[in-house]
Nanobody
Framework: QVNLVESGGGLVQAGDSLTLSCAAS????????IGWFRQAPRKEREFVAH????????YYADSVKGRFTISRDNARKTVWLQMSNLEPEDTAVYHC????????????????WGQGTQVTVSS
């Protein structure tokens, strides 16, 4: 089990950058791949990015590839999502979660969701 807490959201303008953090306090953090998902109003939660437990492997949704970078530091029990060239379509609540079943981009493989952090991109 792991408790994840997101932070770093805010209100930015199109083209700006923002970095989200997903922090844990348990040592089990290093045993999980971690994914970022987002949910916009009236839309389903969608996959954004994934990083393997060691940090060597990463995977991105096509909509964010080349603009977002996921990274982690297991000693600091933290995963980051660096977002650049933000677009109004990126506006959503961003959640991190543990990839318990190793599904990478399938939401049904995830558990231990954080409460989310709001990102709003104005045009």
């Amino acid at each position: 089990q792991v408790n994840l807490v997101e932070s770093g959201g805010g209100l930015v303008q199109a083209g700006d950058s923002l970095t989200l953090s997903c922090a844990a306090s348990e040592s089990t953090f290093k045993t999980y791949g971690i994914g970022w998902f987002r949910q916009a109003p009236r839309k389903e939660r969608e996959f954004v990015a994934h990083i393997g437990d060691s940090g060597r492997n990463t995977y991105y949704a096509d909509s964010v590839k080349g603009r977002f970078t996921i990274s982690r530091d297991n000693a600091r029990k933290t995963v980051w999502l660096q977002m650049s060239n933000l677009e109004p379509e990126d506006t959503a609540v961003y959640h991190c979660a543990a990839d318990v079943w190793g599904t990478v981009d399938r939401i049904d493989g995830y558990d231990y969701w954080g409460q989310g952090t709001q990102v709003t991109v104005s045009s």
